[in-house]
């Protein structure tokens, strides 16, 4: 980790995480699929491959490396890969393809659970994709993240296209041209699945887009909303909570311009090395709180870490059971140490140097080229206070790429500016699913466009909840909510077999 940079690698997810809500240097905050590991294990291990999804086979397909240009160099062949499950499906029955995130895609199909509760049902083929220079789909082996030369490959219109073909490839296999198409996606993936619905009716009849943040480009959603959505998820917890995080930052600071903060800093962070930066604290707390907002599941979960149900409620719990004249920043050390260490396997914390265990990287790249959202602490926030400037972030990008961000990009692309005059005159067959802890909610669209254009928002809902499993103590809302895009689904499925016939 590298305090003076923006890009320090979380998850979005993804989207989606990158973070420099630092106590000194007030930097952007840029949200991926992205986190490092910040514990090390007694017996220190380089990251293992990920073991098979048991219901699902390993398929690889041969993908052009460049879809939009005929030089000599775009017809060379990467290798994608993909799960497959047909357990329950027949020829012309539905395909339910899941549009891949940044990151190894057996880690998205072990947490869409959904999908595999709902196959038996539609008799639905699923099929997750990985996206392009993830996991193992690497365009150029070992060295795809040499340069911008091989880097410029990676984006989302050639990811939206690597998904088309393939799956028209699919069908005509499997001799099922006539099988519907309905794509899913949570986080940067849900908006592939969304702009997939736009870029290529023809492939796909619908998609179910969960906490896709499609709106946070730009200027149309406040700077702010990000942090703004996590400070009221843990003022609702408990206001004592809120502000002993506020006020942890301050004596952060303080501890930093004495000779030996940098000591008392690790003695208390139960660091395995003695730190370097003061700063490296800082963005450790700051990604605990930001992930466990994001994933504060009603039930017990391991998509980050393993997590207890409401792990936000659990951390206040924490803090707020310390006795008077406990010191801010012990009481938060102990509550983010439920993120990283609620299991209680780990003996010491590693702050500066994260392995990336899912191959995720290339959203430091993404986001230095075409997904720029800026995001800004407000003094409101339990966060400290940080600005986002377009020139220093663009002149970062320049010295670390090579290349400049293109801001604009993604609108003028796929739009979001009047988006509800937009879609409502030629868009259809889209769900919007968001939960309004999840910080990421801010951003996406949370009421009715259309009668085919429906936002389903839960009051308690977190990152992507709805496509977890079924679980004996989910809530009733939560059922609901999945019941409700069961019944949607059904409804373009039968419509779509209607007008085939």
Not at 2 to 23: D, E, G, H, R
Not at 138 to 151: E, I, Q, V
Not at 204 to 211: D, E, F, N
Not at 288 to 299: H, K, L, Q, R, S
Request: include cysteine; charge should be neutral.
């Amino acid at each position: 980790m590298i305090p003076s940079s923006p890009f320090i690698p979380f998850i979005f997810f993804l989207f989606s995480l990158l973070t420099a809500a630092v106590v000194q240097s007030k930097q952007p905050f840029f949200p991926s699929a992205i986190y490092h590991s910040s514990l090390k294990k007694e017996s220190s291990r380089s990251p293992s491959k990920p073991k098979p999804i048991l219901p699902y086979k390993t398929r690889y397909f041969p993908q052009e490396l460049d879809h939009f240009t005929f030089q000599p160099q775009s017809y060379k062949i990467f290798y994608q890969k993909y799960l497959i499950n047909d357990t329950h499906w027949h020829r012309g029955a539905p395909i339910f393809v899941y549009t891949g995130n940044e990151g190894n895609i057996e880690w998205f199909a072990e947490n869409t659970g959904f999908l595999l509760d709902i196959a038996p049902k539609f008799k639905a083929l699923l099929v997750f994709i990985e996206h392009r220079f993830y996991g193992d789909s690497l365009p150029f082996g070992k060295d795809s993240y040499k340069s911008a030369n091989t880097l410029g490959y990676l984006n989302s219109q050639q990811a939206l296209a690597d998904y088309a073909v393939l799956i028209r490839s699919l069908k005509k296999n499997l001799s099922s041209d006539s099988s519907p198409v309905v794509v899913f996606g949570g986080s940067y993936g849900g908006m592939l699945a969304y702009w997939f619905r736009l870029k290529y009716p023809h492939v796909a009849i619908g998609a179910l887009a969960s906490s896709a943040p499609i709106l946070q480009f730009d200027n149309i959603t406040p700077w702010t909303s990000f942090n703004d959505a996590i400070t009221d998820d843990f003022k609702d917890a408990s206001l004592n909570c809120y502000e002993v995080i506020k006020g942890t930052w301050q004596e952060l600071d303080i501890l930093s311009s004495k000779k030996e903060g940098l000591a008392e800093v690790s003695r208390i962070f139960r660091t395995c090395e003695k730190l370097q930066y003061i700063d490296s604290a800082a963005n450790w707390l700051s990604e605990a709180f930001i992930y466990t907002a994001m994933v504060n599941y009603p039930t017990k979960a391991n998509f980050m870490k393993p997590l207890p149900a409401y792990p936000v409620e659990e951390m206040c719990k924490i803090i707020d059971t310390f006795p008077p004249g406990t010191s801010k920043l012990n009481r938060a050390f102990a509550a983010a140490s439920l993120y990283y260490n609620y299991s209680n396997t780990h003996k010491c914390f590693d702050l500066e140097h994260g392995s990336d265990e899912h191959g995720l990287n290339g959203w430091e790249w993404q986001a230095c080229s075409e997904m720029v959202m800026p995001m800004t602490s407000s003094s409101q926030s339990m966060f400290p206070q940080y600005s986002f400037s377009y020139d220093e972030f663009s002149d970062h990008c320049k010295s670390f790429y090579g290349v400049r961000p293109r801001p604009h990009w993604i609108t003028t692309e796929f739009g979001g500016n009047n988006i509800e005059q937009v879609l409502k005159r030629y868009g259809s067959n889209i769900i919007f699913s968001n939960g309004l802890q999840d910080p990421w909610s801010r951003g996406s669209v949370l009421k009715n466009i259309s009668d085919t254009i429906i936002a389903l928002v839960t009051k308690k809902g977190a990152h992507h909840a709805d496509f977890r499993g079924a679980d004996k103590d989910d809530p009733k809302w939560l059922i609901d909510q999945r019941r409700q895009e069961v019944d949607i689904i059904q409804k373009w499925l039968d419509e779509y077999y209607r007008d085939y016939a």
